[in-house]
Antibody, heavy 123, light 113 residues
């Protein structure tokens, strides 16, 4: 069974840094692109960043580019999100999600999700 | 960025009746080389993470009841729940994965009338 477990969420002040982790099990982690998706309180879903299987390609939504860094450690089956210069508008539940690979390619639909970790940025 | 717009924002349907949710993309998400629409649908129940229902616009994810179906192509898509059950109360999102940044619709809340 595919399992994704996020951790690291916290209450922090504007300008602070935070590192989120996602531990994967039940599948070969190194075979899949992985993403972070967030959801602000009472709002919809927003894709944040994703990373290729070997970490050689990374993509970000414009609002976090230059402040957030996605990374992975395939030996530890782990995905990370380093968040710097946090703002109030970064307050959200952050989900780790596994993308789809099949039919000879990999695509950005999110077939498995973790339960999420809460990040609150407030003074 | 591709903007995804869902309609309606909410709808109330009687048990056993049909629910229809529309999703419109600001640009086509049909990839010509493989004739696939890069469009997915998700269900999110209160307090839970999203769950994938449909991908490639009309392919049902394993384990998803067949009362859920997806249709459409290019810029206009529909999620249909053929016979609404109590457990289908949720917010539904469409998402395009044609071009980065991958974007979601604003969500449609489905309730029981």
């Amino acid at each position: 069974e595919v399992q994704l477990v996020e951790s690291g969420g916290d209450l922090v002040q504007p300008g602070d840094s935070l590192r989120l982790s996602c531990t994967a099990s039940g599948f070969t982690f190194s075979n899949y692109w992985m993403s972070w998706v967030r959801q602000a309180p009472g709002k919809g879903l927003e894709w944040v960043a994703n990373i290729k299987q070997d970490g050689s390609e990374k993509y970000y939504v414009g609002s976090v580019r230059g402040r957030f860094t996605i990374s992975r450690d395939n030996a530890k089956n782990s995905l990370y999100l380093q968040m710097n210069s946090l703002r109030a508008e970064d307050t959200a539940v952050y989900y780790c999600a596994r993308e789809y690979c099949g039919g000879g390619g990999c695509y950005r639909s999110f077939h498995h999700w973790g339960q999420g970790t809460q990040v609150t940025v407030s003074s | 960025d591709i903007v995804m717009t869902q309609s309606p924002d909410s709808l109330a349907v009687s048990l056993g009746e049909r629910a229809i949710i529309n999703c419109k993309s600001s640009r086509s998400v049909l990839y010509g080389s493989n004739n696939k629409n890069y469009l997915a649908w998700y269900q999110q129940k209160a307090g839970q993470p999203p769950k994938l229902l449909i991908y490639w616009a009309s392919t049902r994810e394993s384990g998803v009841p067949d009362r859920f179906s997806g249709s459409g192509s290019g810029t206009d898509f529909t999620l249909t729940i053929s016979s609404l059950q109590a457990e289908d109360v949720a917010v539904y999102y469409c998402q395009q994965y044609y071009s980065t940044p991958w974007t979601f619709g604003q969500g449609t809340k489905v309730e029981i009338k």
